[in-house]
């Protein structure tokens, strides 16, 4: 596999549920981010984890809990989501601390509903 | 703080003709990266262009290329010869150069292409 890849790509919960989103980046890349996409809302910075040390987590609410055990995997743990989490949940990675442009190369997304 | 404004949630143009996407942005910075990132209907999202703030030339891929006004801070995209793949959410996204981790996005632009 190349680039960046997520599974599941479609995942219904319920609210009393607890899952976990993967991501997997094969790129050689320091940095991992999590985003959350919703409808006619720009995209929403979570978490940012770079030398698989967290250095932002933007207000985001602790039902969500993120995980990163290495630089090429990050994980996103649910539990107890509301309706309004229901959304597209990008990963992304760059190659980190560089001089260079460091753009972000994204995952295709879990489209997560919660019912 | 750093904001990206994309006007046109929605634009259209006839397939073989030329459109434009407007991005505006705000930053107090004097350096800083600027991207046109592309959306299509599959979901992963892959860069379309850059842009270096200290760089005049404006960059170019193939059919797409960028109008670049530092002091007016706007980042256009213009995409010639329109094909029916170039149907998608365009987002302009702005990277501090002073700090390598985060992008601002834009809410995006959907281009439709009319055959």
């Known amino acids: 596999e190349t680039g960046v890849t997520q599974t599941p790509r479609h995942l219904v919960m319920g609210m009393t549920n607890k899952k976990s989103l993967k991501c997997e980046q094969h790129?050689?890349?320091?940095?991992m981010y999590w985003y959350k996409q919703s409808a006619k809302k720009p995209l929403e910075l979570m978490f940012v984890y770079s030398l698989e040390e967290r250095v932002e987590n933007n207000s985001v609410p602790s039902r969500f809990s993120p995980e990163c055990p290495n630089s090429s995997h990050l994980f996103l743990h649910l539990h107890t989501l509301q309706p309004e989490d229901s959304a597209l949940y990008l990963c992304?990675?760059?190659?980190?601390?560089?001089?260079?442009?460091?753009?972000?190369?994204f995952g295709p997304g879990t489209r997560l509903t919660v019912l | 703080a750093q904001t990206v404004t994309q006007s046109q949630p929605e634009m259209s143009v006839q397939e073989a003709e030329t459109v434009t996407l407007s991005c505006t942005y705000d930053?107090?910075?004097?350096?800083?990266?600027l991207f046109w990132y592309k959306q299509p209907p599959s979901r992963q999202m892959i860069l379309v262009i850059r842009q270096e703030a200290y760089k005049q030339q404006n960059a170019t891929e193939n059919r797409f290329s960028v109008n670049f006004q530092k002091a007016a801070k706007s980042f256009s995209l213009k995409i010639s010869d329109s094909q029916l793949g170039d149907a998608a959410m365009y987002f302009c996204?702005?990277?501090?150069?002073?700090?390598?981790?985060?992008?601002?996005f834009g809410k995006g632009t959907r281009l439709h292409i009319l055959p």
């Open positions: 930053t107090s910075e004097s350096d800083y990266y």
């Open positions: 790129l050689g890349h320091n940095a």
């Open positions: 992304a990675s760059s190659q980190g601390r560089t001089l260079s442009y460091n753009e972000q190369f």
């Open positions: 996204a702005y990277r501090s150069a002073y700090r390598d981790d985060k992008i601002i």
